[in-house]
């Protein structure tokens, strides 16, 4: 199992009195009203009208908040390591597997949680995620974790998808950072005067080589996401369908998922393979 670390009314009766008569004028009579006939019905009649004339009051019972995991309800992990993050649509107290989460209470009223899985067992497993708000009402979310370190992990850019058969075109690239960056950038006469790079990072691509890949029917594709009214950068999930068509139209992200394509087809990605199929598919932020 994971060991969790915290990274981070009032009613208004008005009475009418007729008006006393002028000398001379003729004080109509009095119109009798009809006898009331039993007490039961003087009871009835008084009950009706109150009934009928009180004010409606309309009664609104909330449901559980909505918990959204930036990337999806699955995730992959091929060393046993894994953020959580995402937000619960209200203020709220969040646990993960039972533990509690680092969080924070955004303006718009979401509450945003951060953790982090360590130690992973190997397999495939749900890690419960439960959020309950001030006033008692409790959403409840599974998260499958696929730790698997017989994974390939390969980062790539990627040209094309298709899903009739599910694939991409992949181009292969190679990934660096911190003091490795540095020595890799130097190899390629790409560092700067001090042997160092902008960013601490440095990708290699130096084979034009592409490579079609068969896609595992249902994996997902996570992007980074800015909401046109809500928050920017997060992590979304969508199938290899609307990754082809965000590929072939990056400016249709909006109509397409509702929310701008950070990447907007220029980042790269993190494949996972198993047994030369990919079934898992990362974006990769770059500032």
């Known amino acids: ?42 009871a009835t009649t008084i009950t009706s009208s109150t009934t009928t004339s009180a004010p409606q009051v309309t009664s609104t019972t909330l449901g559980p908040p909505d918990i959204h995991v930036s990337g999806g309800t699955v995730a992959h992990t091929t060393s046993g390591d894994l953020f959580v993050e995402g937000w619960v649509s209200a203020p709220a107290v969040v646990t993960i597997g039972g533990a509690p989460t680092e969080t924070r209470q955004e303006p718009d009223g979401r509450t945003v949680f951060l953790a982090e899985l360590t130690d992973m067992d190997t397999g495939s497993y749900d890690i419960p995620i439960e959020a309950t708000t001030r006033d008692g009402r409790v959403a409840t979310l599974d998260l499958t ?33 911190g003091e490795a960056a ?29 490579r079609t890949l068969a896609v595992a029917p249902g994996a997902a594709v996570v992007l980074y996401a800015c909401h046109v009214e809500g928050p920017c950068l997060t992590r979304e999930s969508v199938d290899l369908e609307t990754l082809r068509s965000l590929l072939d ?33 990362e974006e990769h932020y770059l500032p």
């Open 1 to 42: 199992m994971p060991v969790l670390r915290i990274s981070a009314s009032a009613l208004l009766i008005a009475l009418t009195l007729p008006a006393c008569s002028q000398a001379g004028e003729t004080t109509p009579t009095p119109t009798k009203p009809p006898p009331v006939t039993s007490l039961t019905t003087l």
């Open 182 to 210: 540095d020595a890799a950038a130097a190899e390629d006469g790409r560092a700067n005067d001090d042997g160092t790079v902008d960013g601490g990072f440095y990708i290699r691509n130096v084979n034009d080589r592409l």
């Open 249 to 281: 139209d990056p400016g249709s992200d909006v109509a397409t998922v509702g929310w701008q394509w950070y990447g907007g087809g220029t980042l790269p990605y993190w494949l996972f393979i198993e047994d030369g199929v990919v079934v898992h598919i």
């Open 145 to 177: 974790i696929v730790h698997d370190p017989t994974l390939e992990e390969q980062f790539t850019y990627i040209v094309s998808a298709s899903t009739d058969p599910p694939g991409i075109v992949a181009d292969y690239a190679q990934w660096f950072s």
